[in-house]
């Protein structure tokens, strides 16, 4: 038995604040949570004929965050925001819909997760779709005006950070361009199969990694590229049935493409 002292610990880097903050103001939310199979032969095969044709590699996330916007777009109550404990609840609905893609970046020398808000998912195309996460992806979180809220977070105290965050997240008005209307997050670059992740809005989407798997095709099994996706939903602003056809609705319009 190690007779050393244990360390006393010491304050979370800057870094992580934005994070913390965000835990809790999301103590409010009531998440349930579903999850699916989805046959991505016809993603696969879009994908290659942009790669060939056009000498585009869409991402599977911005397959995901189309679709989904299409489908939110007929689901107002989805497509909503709950502010509020059980006291005095309030719920905006939003007549556009903006995704959240969660980032693995790295800032001033430390691995974190940040946000990026792509707008106007209800009529976007995968090229635009594309652009703005390429764009994010590979430029400097450092110097990005997209990250510069967080940047200016991680430059107060604790204190005037935890307001200041508080504050923006009360707001409905601000909230789709901070948080979005949805959230879309992935893990699918490494082996998970699946995960459910509550992103701070109504819905929450989790992809993981697409794997050749035993499908039923004409009543005879056959391999297929499948992703298993995952729904995290608010139930104070909408019920498992309404979740249920939004996450099935995503899956018809993967499968579809």
Same mark, same amino acid.
């Given at each position: 038995?190690?007779?050393?002292?244990?360390?006393?610990? =010491?304050?979370?880097?800057?870094?992580?604040?934005?994070?913390?903050?965000?835990?809790?103001?999301?103590?409010?939310?009531?998440? =349930?949570?579903?999850?699916?199979?989805?046959?991505?032969?016809?993603?696969?095969?879009?994908?290659?004929?942009?790669?060939?044709?056009?000498?585009?590699?869409?991402?599977?996330?911005?397959?995901?965050?189309?679709?989904?916007?299409?489908?939110?777009?007929?689901?107002?109550?989805?497509?909503?925001?709950?502010?509020?404990?059980?006291?005095?609840?309030?719920?905006?609905?939003?007549?556009?819909?903006?995704?959240?893609?969660?980032?693995?970046?790295?800032?001033?020398?430390?691995?974190?997760?940040?946000?990026? =808000?792509?707008?106007?998912?209800?009529?976007?195309?995968?090229?635009?779709?594309?652009? +703005?996460?390429?764009?994010?992806?590979?430029?400097?979180?450092?110097?990005?005006?997209?990250?510069?809220?967080?940047?200016?977070?991680?430059?107060?105290?604790?204190?005037?950070?935890?307001?200041?965050?508080?504050?923006?997240?009360?707001?409905?008005?601000?909230?789709? +361009?901070?948080?979005?209307?949805?959230?879309?997050?992935?893990?699918? +670059?490494?082996?998970?199969?699946?995960?459910?992740?509550?992103?701070?809005?109504?819905?929450?989407?989790?992809?993981?990694?697409?794997?050749?798997?035993?499908?039923?095709?004409?009543?005879?099994?056959?391999?297929?590229?499948?992703?298993?996706?995952?729904?995290?939903?608010?139930?104070?602003?909408?019920?498992?049935?309404?979740?249920?056809?939004?996450?099935?609705?995503?899956?018809?319009?993967?499968?579809?493409?």
């Amino acid at each position: 038995m190690s007779t050393r002292p244990a360390p006393e610990g =010491v304050p979370l880097p800057r870094q992580r604040h934005h994070t913390l903050f965000f835990l809790e103001v999301i103590r409010d939310f009531s998440p =349930v949570f579903l999850d699916t199979e989805v046959d991505m032969t016809g993603v696969l095969a879009h994908r290659a004929a942009a790669v060939a044709e056009e000498g585009v590699r869409h991402s599977v996330t911005a397959y995901v965050l189309r679709a989904a916007g299409r489908v939110l777009a007929g689901h107002p109550d989805a497509n909503a925001a709950v502010q509020g404990g059980p006291k005095r609840p309030r719920i905006a609905h939003y007549p556009f819909v903006n995704g959240k893609l969660a980032l693995d970046r790295t800032l001033e020398g430390r691995r974190v997760v940040l946000g990026t =808000v792509v707008p106007d998912l209800h009529d976007a195309e995968l090229p635009a779709i594309q652009a +703005h996460i390429a764009r994010v992806r590979d430029g400097d979180p450092g110097e990005l005006a997209d990250f510069e809220g967080v940047r200016r977070l991680h430059r107060l105290s604790w204190s005037e950070g935890r307001l200041a965050f508080r504050k923006a997240a009360r707001s409905l008005a601000l909230r789709p +361009h901070l948080t979005g209307t949805f959230s879309v997050t992935s893990l699918g +670059h490494r082996a998970v199969d699946s995960f459910h992740s509550v992103g701070g809005t109504t819905t929450t989407f989790g992809v993981g990694r697409i794997v050749d798997r035993a499908v039923v095709r004409d009543g005879r099994v056959a391999v297929a590229p499948v992703l298993r996706l995952s729904l995290a939903f608010d139930h104070r602003a909408i019920d498992g049935a309404e979740a249920a056809d939004v996450l099935t609705e995503v899956k018809e319009a993967l499968e579809g493409v």
